[in-house]
């Protein structure tokens, strides 16, 4: 099945009808559980519920990372004396575990890792084991053959059913206010906006246009997040060559200090090196790694918008929204915006997605899946 075919369902979240399980005559019927999945390079967030009801049954936010536990550990050191941790508990036992993250740039990097996280996702949607679970993932915009099938060889045998739908289109529907469509003061960002979502391994922008966007419609970029990381390590490994700081760390710092546009020194960090409490300055170095990201959003979103009707651009641009991590960069917003109105383009209008950046990807899958009529999903068999 192809993509559009796999994922028009999305286009229409508010108005198909819901997945059915209809079983054999004689048999019995089991549960279906509708999964919306965001399995992010960092962070993965998964919400699930009926499939024939609006509850939510789980909403949770996970570090995408598995941990190994090592040889010889002795007994006890690990809580119920596991061999495999996810999560906040596998990076809370670090010392004790091999880390591996099973997404490297928004795809699968490592398939047994990813499996493990997978399956654990199924465990917390269904304790149980016994219901059937259709779920619908984001994906990188433009994620190739090879991407996507490796994402359905990992999921084979753990869900039963699979849509795929990028990440950007996602979070629009999630996004969106399904309560006040119609409204005349409500602009729904399903109809005509740009979305940018800047997350931890790649950088996705989307035209939504109110249908399931071309390849033309998006842009996909492996620099996001982790760029910006590398880049922060790098420059404070040339300073302090044994630093030892760990790339949680640098993340830490990055989350807190992150910004774009002029310098804004002085930016002093504490961080343990040998041992010992040092104070760093960090102002410029933050700033440069993040604006170098930042100036290619600046080009990808003037591309987008060459790309768009001539008919669509006026309210397109009053309707550019930024979300993911990225969208905490402090400063992201007023500059993209800044520059656009810089090069002459009409009246632009930048607005972050809101606080629940974390969830909009998860959101918008739901309602896809809920969405989705029954011939539109992919079985998955092992």
Not at 193 to 213: E, K, N
Not at 367 to 380: C, G, L, P, S, T
Request: net charge negative.
């Amino acid at each position: 099945m192809s993509t559009s075919e796999s994922t028009k369902a999305a286009g229409t979240a508010a108005s198909q009808k819901k997945p059915e399980s209809t079983p054999a005559a004689g048999k019995t019927t089991r549960q279906c559980i509708v999964l919306g999945f965001d399995f992010g390079t960092n962070k993965s967030c998964m919400i699930s519920g009926s499939a024939d009801a609006d509850d939510i049954q789980l909403g949770k936010i996970v570090p995408t990372v598995v941990g190994y536990v090592k040889e010889g550990i002795i007994n006890g050191i690990i809580p119920g004396d596991a061999e495999v941790l996810f999560g906040e508990q596998a990076i809370k036992n670090r010392l004790h575990v091999d880390l591996d993250q099973p997404l490297g740039d928004g795809v699968i990097h490592n398939m047994d890792a990813a499996r493990d996280f997978v399956q654990h996702v199924r465990g917390l949607v269904d304790p149980s084991g016994s219901a059937e679970i259709r779920a619908v993932i984001g994906l990188p915009a433009n994620a190739g053959s090879e991407a996507r099938e490796d994402l359905r060889h990992v999921v084979a045998g753990i869900f039963d059913r699979l849509l795929l739908i990028p990440e950007p289109f996602l979070a629009a529907l999630g996004v969106r206010d399904d309560a006040r469509i119609g409204q005349p003061s409500y602009v729904d960002p399903v109809n005509n906006s740009l979305f940018i979502d800047i997350g931890a391994g790649t950088t996705d922008l989307c035209l939504v246009q109110g249908y399931f966007p071309t390849a033309d419609d998006q842009i996909s970029f492996p620099s996001a997040g982790d760029a910006i990381d590398t880049k922060i390590l790098a420059a404070i490994d040339q300073q302090y060559p044994d630093s030892g700081l760990s790339e949680l760390k640098i993340r830490e710092v990055k989350e807190e200090h992150a910004y774009v546009g002029a310098s804004r020194k002085p930016i002093d960090v504490k961080v343990i090196i040998g041992g010992k409490a040092r104070e760093i300055e960090l102002g410029d170095v933050i700033g440069k790694a993040c604006n170098q990201l930042f100036d290619k959003v600046l080009a990808a979103t003037k591309t987008l918008i060459s790309r768009a009707s001539g008919d669509s651009i006026e309210q397109l641009l009053q309707n550019i929204i930024i979300t993911g991590g990225g969208s905490q960069i402090k400063g992201v917003d007023t500059e993209l915006q800044k520059h656009l109105v810089a090069e002459g383009y009409e009246n632009p209008k930048v607005r972050l997605a809101g606080q629940d950046y974390q969830r909009y990807v998860a959101i918008g899958a739901l309602k896809a899946a809920r969405a989705a009529r029954e011939a539109q999903w992919q079985y998955v068999l092992s």
